[in-house]
């Protein structure tokens, strides 16, 4: 069977098309459009017009394509869509220009679906956590070999947290800023008991996301996203540590420049950044492991 999942986030929308049999998936084809649908979100608590026509009009570019690839659709939505209060006019015009709906994941779902796509090509045998930072939420998820324990969603992504924090593009980010939005990170993080998702001793720590992602490209100086290598990667807080404090130095115009980052992501990289940082410090662990495969992935094994 030829599936296609679409996520509709709050800072990207991305589609991964796989032929999937016998529980073994092969990706077919893979994209990333960065839309910026929650943008503003943080201040009106709406979805602004301009941003929802040109998500409507990428979602239904990728929906064709995936149609003439004879896919098996599958439109989900997340953080943005959970919590806009006109949400349902952006669903009413994906419905009208693509005959699909959206299905907006509950934070809970989200996290299970992550855990699936994240934990699937690696091996693991014991105790493990995942994080996933997403534009607009941040998922938690602990397990136990493949299995799901438990999991929580914290509402605070890259975009609302850039938007509150770092929201001057055309000067360096003061340390205090950083220190600020870091400190925010961690009261959230206690407020949702993510301290006890602490790994055991000899326990994995995963990571995903897009800026995930482009911070292992930044560490690997790759000018091309290469899954084969982004895979597996390792982030320590070392290196974590350096990339806020080399985003922080720069503006918007400069990061943009910065080799193995896309530019669509320079805006809202130094809050992946922090909040990776922030994530690691919460869960004591020194350093993580990217998997590229995330929320998509989960979704295409297709139980839902």
Same mark, same amino acid.
């Given at each position: 069977?030829?599936?296609? /999942?679409?996520?509709?986030?709050?800072?990207?929308?991305?589609?991964? @098309?796989?032929?999937?049999?016998?529980?073994? @998936?092969?990706?077919?084809? *893979?994209?990333?459009?960065?839309?910026?649908?929650?943008?503003?979100?943080?201040?009106?608590?709406?979805?602004?017009?301009?941003?929802?026509?040109?998500?409507?009009?990428?979602?239904?570019?990728? $929906?064709?394509?995936?149609?003439?690839?004879?896919?098996? /659709?599958?439109?989900?939505?997340?953080?943005?869509?959970?919590?806009?209060?006109?949400?349902?006019?952006?669903?009413?015009?994906?419905?009208?220009?693509?005959?699909?709906?959206? !299905?907006?994941?509950?934070?809970?779902e989200e996290a299970?679906?992550?855990? #699936?796509?994240?934990?699937?090509? +690696?091996? &693991?045998?014991?105790e493990a956590v995942? +994080?996933?930072?997403?534009?607009?939420?941040?998922?938690?998820?602990?397990?136990?070999?493949?299995?799901?324990?438990?999991?929580?969603?914290?509402?605070?992504?890259?975009?609302?947290?850039?938007?509150?924090? +770092?929201?001057?593009?055309?000067? =360096?980010?003061?340390?205090?800023?950083?220190?600020?939005? $870091?400190?925010?990170?961690?009261?959230? +993080?206690?407020?949702?008991?993510?301290?006890?998702?602490? =790994?055991?001793?000899?326990? &994995?720590?995963?990571?995903?996301?897009?800026?995930?992602?482009?911070?292992?490209?930044?560490?690997?100086?790759?000018?091309?996203?290469?899954?084969?290598?982004? !895979?597996?990667? @390792? #982030?320590?807080?070392?290196?974590? $540590?350096?990339?806020?404090? %080399?985003?922080?130095? %720069?503006t918007l115009i400069?990061?943009?420049?910065?080799?193995?980052? =896309?530019?669509?992501?320079? *805006?809202?990289?130094?809050?992946?950044?922090?909040? @990776?940082?922030?994530?690691?410090?919460? %869960?004591?662990?020194?350093?993580?492991?990217?998997? /590229?495969?995330?929320?998509? !992935?989960?979704? #295409?094994?297709?139980?839902?």
């Amino acid at each position: 069977m030829i599936r296609a /999942i679409i996520d509709v986030g709050s800072n990207s929308i991305k589609m991964r @098309v796989a032929d999937v049999s016998n529980g073994r @998936v092969r990706v077919i084809r *893979d994209e990333t459009e960065v839309v910026k649908l929650g943008r503003g979100m943080s201040s009106t608590g709406l979805l602004s017009q301009e941003s929802m026509k040109l998500s409507c009009s990428t979602v239904s570019r990728m $929906v064709r394509r995936a149609k003439n690839i004879g896919a098996e /659709i599958f439109i989900a939505g997340t953080m943005a869509l959970r919590t806009a209060q006109n949400s349902s006019e952006f669903l009413d015009m994906v419905k009208s220009s693509t005959g699909l709906d959206v !299905h907006v994941l509950t934070g809970e779902e989200e996290a299970k679906y992550s855990w #699936l796509g994240a934990s699937e090509g +690696f091996r &693991i045998t014991g105790e493990a956590v995942m +994080f996933d930072t997403g534009g607009g939420s941040t998922e938690f998820v602990a397990g136990f070999g493949r299995e799901m324990k438990r999991a929580v969603s914290v509402p605070i992504g890259a975009v609302n947290l850039s938007e509150r924090f +770092f929201s001057d593009n055309n000067n =360096p980010v003061k340390k205090s800023a950083c220190d600020e939005a $870091v400190k925010y990170l961690r009261g959230l +993080f206690t407020e949702n008991a993510i301290e006890s998702f602490k =790994p055991a001793k000899n326990g &994995i720590v995963i990571a995903v996301g897009g800026g995930v992602a482009a911070m292992s490209c930044v560490k690997l100086a790759s000018e091309e996203f290469i899954p084969s290598k982004l !895979h597996g990667s @390792v #982030l320590t807080l070392k290196d974590v $540590v350096r990339q806020i404090r %080399l985003y922080s130095s %720069l503006t918007l115009i400069e990061r943009e420049n910065i080799i193995g980052l =896309p530019k669509s992501r320079a *805006d809202v990289i130094l809050g992946s950044a922090c909040i @990776v940082f922030a994530a690691l410090k919460t %869960l004591d662990a020194s350093s993580c492991i990217v998997s /590229i495969n995330g929320l998509r !992935h989960g979704l #295409l094994f297709g139980d839902i």
